[in-house]
């Protein structure tokens, strides 16, 4: 409510946001999506827990830092194959 109220946004932005938000959210949680989705990272945490904790930590690792340090590997590959 800030955000409206200094006029960064409009009150149909933040419900658009909210609505952006919820929908994967509750597609997430439809059975059929959330059973193939969630069965092999469980099985993975059973079978090898050490391999699923370090994949974690580094999927969420490049999710705060938006993907930056991939983005910047990608880029060096794609152009050191041209040149």
């Known amino acids: 409510m800030p955000r409206v109220y200094l006029g ?3 009150p149909t932005d933040i419900l658009a ?12 949680n439809r059975p059929g999506l959330r059973k193939p989705i969630t069965g092999w990272p469980l099985r993975l945490t059973e079978s090898n827990p050490s391999l699923f904790y370090s994949l974690a930590f580094m999927v969420l690792y490049l999710v705060a830092e938006l993907f930056d340090p991939l983005l910047k590997i990608l ?7 041209i040149n």
């Open 8 to 10: 960064v946004h409009y």
């Open 75 to 81: 880029h060096f590959i794609i152009h050191r194959r």
């Open 17 to 28: 946001g909210a609505a952006i938000g919820m929908f994967p959210v509750w597609l997430a």
